[in-house]
């Protein structure tokens, strides 16, 4: 499969309207202003950063259960859950999990749009001095198994921001993840590495971002019967993934789709009104046999 391949399920993200493609003469002033937009969400992410840090006040949804700590150490990842509404019981719980030297305020709109929805929100907060993906990974499959426990639900769906997506796909293809995680959404992941690592001789986890990663060619081998379903939003103006389709799932056992993105950059994909309607669209989409419809072919957002 590759980024443009017509794939089944998620029929309901076709009916998007999808803005056409920038003529060639008009690219400069679209990565203008999506340079524009990325520097204004970056001044808002520095500034509800700091909310970020401590666990969220209030209760969990179902279970009634309090949320960790706001103590609890830098080193050890705090699950955050939102008060909700008693959700249906067929609708599994999302876990949002934050990209590299982030935390849980970077969806702030992504939350507001599900929790309209009746969705049961658990936040997860890794540490910046987090070293290993797969160690990220494992650290996720504990609490993926304590939401479980918590609310009752089998299976979660993950919503993954840039390093967050990669890690949750770790844990799915690589640790038995595909038993709890029915859809796992990513918003600008290097799926299959990245040239653009900053820090990458500093911090060995951005290294696992490159291409060419131990990470990276572990993803690349075999997942047959992999149970969990794929979205991921790819933006052709996003800097951090060089080149642009390595945010795109490309592989052969995995039930994906890509999802192209215009007119936005890195920062804005987990704040963009419209992308966050559309991540909505996919976790709602029926699993293969709950619906007959199928997709008519590649999808678009923004």
Do not use: K
Request: neutral net charge.
């Amino acid at each position: 499969m590759t980024c443009f391949t017509h794939l089944t399920h998620l029929s309901r993200l076709t009916r998007l309207p999808a803005l056409p493609r920038l003529p060639e003469p008009r690219l400069s002033s679209a990565l203008l202003g999506a340079t524009a937009l990325e520097l204004f969400v970056l001044t808002g992410r520095l500034i509800v950063y700091p909310f970020g840090l401590t666990s969220e006040r209030g209760g969990t949804g179902p279970t009634g259960a309090g949320p960790p700590a706001a103590t609890d150490p830098p080193t050890t990842a705090t699950t955050v859950t939102a008060a909700l509404p008693a959700t249906p019981a067929a609708t599994p719980p999302v876990v949002l999990l934050h990209g590299f030297i982030d935390n849980r305020s970077a969806f702030v709109v992504l939350r507001r749009a599900l929790t309209r929805h009746g969705r049961h929100l658990a936040s997860l907060n890794y540490s910046p001095l987090t070293r290993d993906v797969r160690t990220a990974a494992e650290l996720l499959g504990r609490h993926v198994e304590e939401i479980c426990a918590r609310t009752g639900h089998g299976r979660v769906d993950i919503v993954g921001h840039s390093l967050g997506g990669l890690i949750a796909r770790y844990y799915v293809q690589r640790l038995g993840g595909d038993r709890r995680v029915r859809t796992l959404v990513t918003l600008g992941t290097p799926h299959g590495g990245t040239a653009v690592a900053p820090g990458a001789g500093v911090h060995p986890i951005v290294r696992q971002m490159r291409g060419g990663s131990s990470v990276i060619e572990e993803l690349r081998g075999p997942a047959p019967g992999c149970r969990t379903r794929f979205v991921s939003f790819w933006s052709e103006l996003d800097q951090v993934m060089v080149p642009v389709e390595t945010a795109c799932v490309d592989h052969p056992d995995l039930d994906a789709v890509n999802v192209r993105v215009t007119g936005i950059g890195h920062l804005a994909l987990p704040v963009h009104p419209t992308v966050a309607a559309a991540v909505r669209e996919a976790l709602e989409a029926p699993e293969a046999g709950e619906d007959d419809a199928t997709a008519a072919g590649a999808t678009s957002a923004a």
